[in-house]
């Protein structure tokens, strides 16, 4: 079963950082650009920042330029969403998602083939 799975979600508080991580299973995720988005509370789902299969190409949310990070570590199937300097505006439950269609050198938010089911990020004081 091709299966995404979100974990290092939590509580943290305002200025804190976490570290979210989407493990593969079923699949490789070699060829696959990856994207993460959220959904707050009574808003619409958004992307936040996509990884290419090439690992070469980032791209980010403005709202989150300069604080989150994402990088993927193909040897162990995961792709990693570094975030810091946490604002409770970033509450949410984080999604990654699979694109396999895209080109090697690209990513973007539309598009995506698989999902998972989400983690909850929490910032609060």
């Known amino acids: 079963q091709l299966q995404l799975v979100e974990s290092g979600g939590g509580l943290v508080q305002p200025g804190g950082s976490l570290r979210l991580s989407c493990a593969a299973s079923?699949?490789?995720?070699?060829?696959?650009?990856i994207g993460w988005f959220r959904q707050a509370p009574g808003k619409e789902r958004e992307g936040v920042s996509c990884i290419s299969s090439s690992g070469n190409t980032t791209n980010y949310a403005d709202s989150v330029k300069g604080r989150f990070t994402i990088s993927r570590d193909n040897a162990k199937n995961t792709v990693y969403l570094h975030m810091n300097s946490l604002d409770p505006e970033d509450t949410a439950v984080y999604y990654c998602?699979?694109?396999?269609?895209?080109?090697?050198?690209?990513?973007?938010?539309?598009?995506?083939?698989?999902w998972g089911k989400g983690t909850l990020v929490t910032v609060s004081s």
């Open positions: 079923g699949f490789t995720l070699d060829y696959y650009a």
């Open positions: 998602a699979a694109d396999y269609h895209g080109p090697p050198m690209s990513c973007s938010f539309h598009g995506m083939d698989y």
